[in-house]
């Protein structure tokens, strides 16, 4: 959408996103199913910013006070929640956080390009949420389909087929509207709109060995391309190894540095591309395609114990320190105690210092009401394992929140860790996204890396579900011994009976 005029023409623009967006004076919108956790240390830099395990949404909303935003808010969920048979009418003020740093609302509005203009800033608020529970399945694809234009009877969305994208590693799709100025450069701002899936699949699962063709993967023919698009391309991203692609590209270009196979699918059959791998891999060189930055996080203590603690582990790869913001957000029951917060950096020779964030905000939680929020500005050490650790008292609820399989435990949403690559430098370092990207000048664009850890559970303290049975039986008991008694001495007429003569 070009201008104020042309947000009202739904020609190719899905007609309920948008008039979701104007109705909740949505800015920017980021919305993400996934399923399954993007294996940094295997896979590399994914192609898309990574998102995490779940449903996530986080979005720009304008409004003249911050109960009017948060009303658009609940309005903007509970609608996305409609249109993509999602729970997310369940994200509420307990799971609601306002992250200042994570996303780093204050460089938003700049354009990458090398133009000199500016574009005018934003003035909404950042809301996030986030449902780790969240499942991934076809009543969420069907809907994300239907947004697509030609949906899925031409074009590449013919690919999307169900059984194979639902039986893989790795899943994740999502839609995003972001901020972007006219092609004249005449101030004029509009909306990008752009939808993602990112899949990881396994070819031997299917039956498939080292040579097969995109339409054996998927199962599926790509017959033409989306008649009312302007440009249908498949971008094949060349490995390390000796792997053979056939036919012959339109274009070979590099992107990220990496060498690039671009097919335009008005011209070719996206199902034809072929793949021919060789039966070794180059190791040394995937080791070099791995991110400057990579996370873990895990919980410790004692399952039943009423405390415990996170530890974060962030690896820095790169030779030179990079600035990272760690933003973690914990459910109200979880009660952090910043005072333990310690910070630890182990270089290769294996020397332990200790490290100070250098801008630190944290928001205390609210019983019911908000979670707590932590965000740190950290510089990690060129070449070191970087450890961050905080304790925690697990809280006690009501025996009606807790969920259906209680004894499992409550999923607690992952910890975020972005940073800004050197997207000046060419090499392998830059994110094959941030590449694309940069090569439409007229979004407002900023190159962020964003690196998910992993979910953990937290058992809270169980109460005995059975006593409530136990009490009911009780007092059934005893309301039917009383009114037995009760209703024969009302009821009940007594008389002396006289003896026989």
């Given at each position: 959408?070009?201008?104020?005029?042309?947000?009202?023409?739904?020609?190719?623009?899905?007609?309920?996103?948008?008039?979701?967006?104007?109705?909740?004076?949505?800015?920017?919108?980021?919305?993400?199913?996934?399923?399954?956790?993007?294996?940094?240390?295997?896979?590399g830099y994914p192609p898309v910013s990574?998102?995490?395990?779940?449903?996530?949404?986080?979005?720009?909303?304008?409004?003249?006070?911050?109960?009017?935003?948060?009303?658009?808010?609940?309005?903007?969920?509970?609608?996305?929640?409609?249109?993509?048979?999602?729970?997310?009418?369940?994200?509420?003020?307990?799971?609601?956080?306002?992250?200042?740093?994570?996303?780093?609302?204050?460089?938003?509005?700049?354009?990458?390009?090398?133009?000199?203009?500016?574009?005018?800033?934003?003035?909404?608020?950042?809301?996030?949420?986030?449902?780790?529970?969240?499942?991934?399945?076809?009543?969420?694809?069907?809907?994300?389909?239907?947004?697509?234009?030609?949906?899925?009877?031409?074009?590449?969305?013919?690919?999307?087929?169900?059984?194979?994208?639902?039986?893989?590693?790795?899943?994740?799709?999502?839609?995003?509207?972001?901020?972007?100025?006219?092609?004249?450069?005449?101030?004029?701002?509009?909306?990008?709109?752009?939808?993602?899936?990112?899949?990881?699949?396994?070819?031997?699962?299917?039956?498939?060995?080292?040579?097969?063709?995109?339409?054996?993967?998927?199962?599926?023919?790509?017959?033409?391309?989306?008649?009312?698009?302007?440009?249908?391309?498949?971008?094949?991203?060349?490995?390390?190894?000796?792997?053979?692609?056939?036919?012959?590209?339109?274009?070979?270009?590099?992107?990220?540095?990496?060498?690039?196979?671009?097919?335009?699918?008005?011209?070719?059959?996206?199902?034809?591309?072929?793949?021919?791998?060789?039966?070794?891999?180059?190791?040394?060189?995937?080791?070099?395609?791995?991110?400057?930055?990579?996370?873990?996080?895990?919980?410790?203590?004692?399952?039943?114990?009423?405390?415990?603690?996170?530890?974060?582990?962030?690896?820095?790869?790169?030779?030179?320190?990079?600035?990272?913001?760690?933003?973690?957000?914990?459910?109200?029951?979880?009660?952090?105690?910043?005072?333990?917060?310690?910070?630890?950096?182990?270089?290769?020779?294996?020397?332990?210092?200790?490290?100070?964030?250098?801008?630190?905000?944290?928001?205390?939680?609210?019983?019911?009401?908000?979670?707590?929020?932590?965000?740190?500005?950290?510089?990690?050490?060129?070449?070191?394992?970087?450890?961050?650790?905080?304790?925690?008292?697990?809280?006690?609820?009501?025996?009606?929140?807790?969920?259906?399989?209680?004894?499992?435990?409550?999923?607690?949403?992952?910890?975020?860790?972005?940073?800004?690559?050197?997207?000046?430098?060419?090499?392998?370092?830059?994110?094959?996204?941030c590449a694309l990207q940069s090569s439409?000048?007229?979004?407002?664009?900023?190159?962020?890396?964003?690196?998910?850890?992993?979910?953990?559970?937290?058992?809270?303290?169980?109460?005995?579900?059975?006593?409530?049975?136990?009490?009911?039986?009780?007092?059934?008991?005893?309301?039917?011994?009383?009114?037995?008694?009760?209703?024969?001495?009302?009821?009940?007429?007594?008389?002396?009976?006289?003896?026989?003569?």
């Open positions: 959408m070009d201008n104020q005029e042309l947000r009202h023409h739904y020609h190719l623009f899905p007609r309920q996103i948008g008039e979701i967006a104007l109705q909740n004076n949505v800015e920017e919108l980021h919305l993400s199913f996934t399923q399954g956790n993007w294996r940094q240390g295997s896979w990574s998102q995490g395990v779940g449903a996530e949404v986080f979005a720009w909303i304008s409004g003249a006070t911050q109960e009017e935003s948060l009303d658009k808010w609940k309005g903007l969920t509970n609608a996305l929640s409609g249109v993509f048979c999602a729970s997310l009418n369940f994200i509420g003020d307990d799971n609601t956080s306002m992250p200042q740093l994570a996303f780093n609302t204050s460089t938003r509005g700049k354009r990458s390009s090398s133009s000199s203009s500016s574009v005018p800033g934003r003035h909404g608020v950042l809301r996030h949420g986030f449902l780790p529970r969240e499942n991934v399945c076809t009543e969420n694809l069907t809907p994300w389909v239907k947004q697509l234009p030609c949906q899925a009877k031409s074009g590449l969305g013919v690919l999307l087929n169900p059984h194979r994208l639902y039986n893989m590693d790795f899943h994740s799709m999502g839609i995003s509207l972001a901020p972007a100025v006219s092609a004249a450069d005449d101030g004029q701002t509009g909306l990008v709109y752009k939808q993602h899936v990112t899949v990881v699949l396994n070819p031997r699962t299917f039956g498939l060995d080292r040579n097969w063709t995109l339409g054996e993967l998927m199962d599926r023919d790509v017959d033409a391309a989306c008649p009312v698009a302007t440009s249908s391309t498949v971008r094949v991203v060349m490995p390390e190894s000796e792997t053979r692609v056939l036919p012959t590209p339109m274009r070979k270009e590099t992107l990220g540095g990496q060498d690039t196979y671009v097919y335009d699918i008005q011209k070719q059959n996206a199902s034809e591309i072929r793949f021919e791998f060789a039966d070794s891999t180059n190791k040394k060189e995937a080791q070099q395609r791995l991110p400057l930055v990579e996370a873990h996080r895990h919980v410790n203590g004692h399952g039943g114990g009423i405390s415990g603690g996170i530890e974060t582990l962030i690896i820095n790869r790169s030779n030179q320190p990079v600035d990272v913001t760690y933003s973690d957000t914990l459910p109200w029951y979880l009660r952090v105690y910043l005072h333990t917060l310690a910070i630890e950096a182990v270089n290769p020779d294996g020397d332990i210092f200790k490290q100070h964030p250098t801008q630190m905000i944290f928001t205390p939680a609210i019983d019911r009401g908000r979670p707590s929020t932590i965000e740190l500005a950290v510089t990690l050490p060129a070449n070191t394992r970087t450890t961050l650790r905080y304790d925690f008292d697990k809280g006690f609820i009501k025996y009606t929140e807790h969920p259906p399989d209680a004894n499992r435990g409550f999923n607690i949403g992952p910890a975020i860790i972005s940073y800004r690559p050197d997207t000046d430098s060419p090499g392998i370092d830059q994110p094959l996204f439409h000048p007229n979004a407002y664009f900023e190159c962020k890396v964003r690196v998910y850890t992993e979910l953990f559970l937290a058992s809270l303290p169980t109460p005995d579900f059975s006593m409530p049975y136990n009490v009911i039986t009780f007092t059934c008991t005893v309301l039917a011994l009383f009114f037995g008694r009760i209703f024969n001495l009302l009821t009940r007429d007594f008389a002396v009976l006289k003896g026989s003569d």
